[in-house]
């Protein structure tokens, strides 16, 4: 007999890190949950691997992309109360694979930022919803965390360089927030949080600039979701999948 895995989360942390692989992913799935750690005085930082420079849809040229998508994160960060947001170098929004220089680049993060949880995509492939959660980058991204998590942060003979040549130690994350993956359990109720995931959406002003109801289509995915994991009716959740890694 072996029991189920702890998906309790625990109630206060003192740094969260997110790693996701577009500018933009953090705050579809997960900007009401974020702004609730704000609140509760958690210090979260991000870290996102690509600039998102397939994204978009008006006339932006290609070679602006990377940089209107990097300060249209910061600016969403901005509205829920995220200080620090880092862009990883070398990575095309289309072209992610769980590779050891990904390992390492995340690993590097986890270290630098020492985070007690760490949210990412879920690496599973969900064949209900195949477009959205599970674009290949997403899968890759949350296939790499996980294995920075464990074992790469915690060894410190993972990746040697990052102790002997910048000062890196070890680091062990306590629990792990996967979004996007098949059915998640644990519901944030975001009801209260709701306007500065709305504020944080709409600052990805080349993604969402072109949707009529951004409003109604999240009340349309977060209401149901929430009643689904037992919140009464009127609220909204986002939901996850958690784990404890330590
Ligand atoms: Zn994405």
Redesign the pocket.
Known sequence: MTSPPPTQPAAHVERALCV???P??VDFGSAGTVATWTAAGTEVTYCIVTDGDAGGFDETPRDQMPILREAEQRAAAAALGVKQVEFLDGYRDGTVTPSLELRRDITAAIRRHRPDRVLTSAPLRRWDRLAGPS?P??LAVGEATTCAIYPDSRNRFAFPELERDLGLDAWTVREVWYLGGPNPDVPVDITDTFELKLAALRAHVSQVAHMEDLEGMLRERFGPLARTLGLPEGRLAEAFSVFRTA
């Open positions: 996701l692989a577009h933009d992913d674009h980058d997403h």
